[in-house]
Structure formats: structure tokens, C-alpha cells
């Protein structure tokens, strides 16, 4: 697996463009973002998260690496307060308890052996025919979750059978994500 890192003063830098790119949408008002170093130019799959009191309120990602990392970030920030269906659009009175997280994503490596699964460290993305789903990596970790059962529910996602990790057809790509979010 490739190596990727993030300086503070990058992860400092997201963080501001996603809470930037939400409220700029909320509260109908123009914006300008640092542009940070040239590691938020690279083009890089990423995650936000938002969270409020604990709890989900929004996330989406983009899985392919089409953009740079900073773009990418503040369009999956906008998507995740807006236009997560499991949600409600993002409220004015939410803003203050919102927090946001941030996965930016390392290039897939497609995998034979699912022992080469770590726990904890690699996300999943489950691909069978047309259908496909993603977890990352802090999933398996905040349920408690073993290898099996992170296949199982990654499956889930997929909209396949739990146990499609075991058929030859099924694609199986892991990754590592940095992940971070706001001291709030």
C-alpha cells in the first residue's frame, strides 16, 4: 500500500474548507479558502463525515481519485449536509453542535486473500456486477466488529448476500484512510 500523509496545517486547512463550503451553502454567502500546500492539490479519494452530539448527521465520499483533495473535500461537505437521503438537509441551529470529520482515502488494491485484512486499518469496497459498497476503516473499530463481520455488513452495503465475499466473483479492494476531525 502506498504511503500518504497530511500535515497538521493541511488537516487544519480541510477542516476549515468543509466547515467553510457548509455554512457558505447554509447561509448563502460567498467564500474564499486557503489553498494550503500542493499535497491538497493531488487528486485523492476522500470521506466527510458529520457528526452531531455523537451522532451521524451526514456522510458521503468520493471513492476515485478525479479531483484534488481539497476540492473534493468541500464538494463531500456540501453533499453530506445536503444531500445525504438518510438525512434531512442540514439546519441554520445545527451549525453550532456540528462536527465534521474527514477520511481522505489512499489508493485501492484489489485482494485474492481476506487475510489480508486488517482491522482497524484497511476499509473495504465490496464490488460484485453492478452493485458495490464502501465501508472505511473506523467502521470495523467503532462496532467492535472482527474481519468476518466487517465482510458481512461491507456485503450488506453492497446489496448482496452477507456471505458474497466468498464467491470468486466478487471484487474485494482494500484501502487506508487518515483520518481526522475537528477538536470541538
Not at 466527510?48 to 452530539?53: G, N, P
Not at 451526514?58 to 438525512?87: N, Q, Y
Not at 463481520?149 to 487506508?176: N, Q, Y
Amino acid at each position: 500500500m502506498v504511503a500518504f500523509s497530511l500535515s497538521m496545517e493541511d488537516r487544519q486547512v480541510l477542516l476549515a474548507a468543509a466547515r467553510t463550503a457548509i455554512e457558505s451553502r447554509l447561509l448563502r454567502l460567498s467564500a474564499s479558502y486557503p489553498q494550503g500546500s500542493p499535497v491538497l492539490q493531488t487528486p485523492c479519494g476522500a470521506f466527510v463525515t458529520l457528526k452531531i452530539d455523537g451522532n451521524l448527521r451526514g456522510c458521503i465520499g468520493a471513492v476515485t481519485a478525479a479531483k484534488p483533495l481539497v476540492e473534493t473535500v468541500k464538494e463531500m461537505a456540501v453533499a453530506s449536509a445536503f444531500e445525504d437521503p438518510r438525512f434531512t438537509p442540514l439546519r441554520r441551529e445545527e451549525l453550532t453542535g456540528l462536527q465534521i470529520e474527514i477520511s481522505a482515502l489512499s489508493p485501492f488494491r484489489r485482494i485474492d486473500d481476506v487475510g489480508q485484512i486488517e482491522v482497524g486499518t484497511h476499509g473495504i469496497l465490496m464490488r460484485r456486477g453492478y452493485r458495490s459498497g464502501l465501508l472505511l476503516p473506523q467502521v470495523a473499530t467503532e462496532q467492535g466488529w472482527d474481519r468476518n463481520a466487517f465482510l458481512r455488513h461491507t456485503c450488506r452495503k453492497a446489496g448482496l448476500p452477507e456471505d458474497a465475499w466468498k464467491d470468486p466473483e466478487t471484487a474485494i479492494e482494500v484501502f487506508s484512510a487518515i483520518v481526522f476531525h475537528e477538536e470541538r
